[in-house]
């Protein structure tokens, strides 16, 4: 029984595209990468509490990085020195950089997983600028996003 759950929770991360479970960009705690870190920064990072924070430039579907709530911890931030940008080439986390929305769920956890990264940035082809073909962000996905969608389908069958 405990294998058919397995089976069916495999089969429907096959079927799910990976827009259907992503943190939607609007729903996403990011920093612009000029933003200096100083006391109150610090303070709103750990008042939301999350692991990894996606920086970005100028706009918010720019992703570019990636900063790790520990890398906030025993910084001098008086000195008004350190910005976001700073931090995040300082440690240069590694995280999947472009997950298609409409890839399966299937895909990108293997993908994560092979490559080893917790987040990816989950994006689409950006239409507006036709001459310069871009792609924007449009959310986020983490390992825990994916098995949780698992389980729950085990769940459901029970
Ligand atoms: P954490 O380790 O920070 O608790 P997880 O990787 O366990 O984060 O993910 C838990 C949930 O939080 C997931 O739904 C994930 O998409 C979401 N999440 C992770 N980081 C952020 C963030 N910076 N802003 C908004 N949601 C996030």
């Not at 906030?72 to 590694?94: C, P």
Request: with cysteine.
């Amino acid at each position: 029984e405990s294998e058919k759950n397995i089976m069916r929770g495999v089969l429907s991360l096959k079927m799910k595209k990976v827009r259907d479970i992503m943190t939607n960009l609007i729903d996403v705690f990011m920093l612009e990468t000029d933003r200096v870190v100083d006391d109150e920064l610090v303070l709103t990072v750990h008042g939301y509490g999350y692991s990894r924070i996606p920086v970005y430039e100028n706009q918010r579907d720019n992703i570019i990085g990636l900063v790790n709530i520990r890398d906030f911890a025993l910084l001098d931030t008086e000195s008004g020195k350190f910005t976001v940008r700073s931090l995040m080439n300082f440690y240069n986390h590694r995280y999947g950089k472009v997950i298609m929305s409409d890839d399966s769920c299937y895909d990108v956890f293997n993908k994560l997983k092979k490559e080893q990264y917790h987040m990816g940035v989950v994006v689409e082809h950006d239409n507006s600028s036709e001459k310069d073909p871009k792609v924007k962000a449009v959310g986020i996905v983490t390992l825990e996003d994916i098995i949780e969608e698992m389980i729950q389908e085990e769940i459901i069958d029970e």
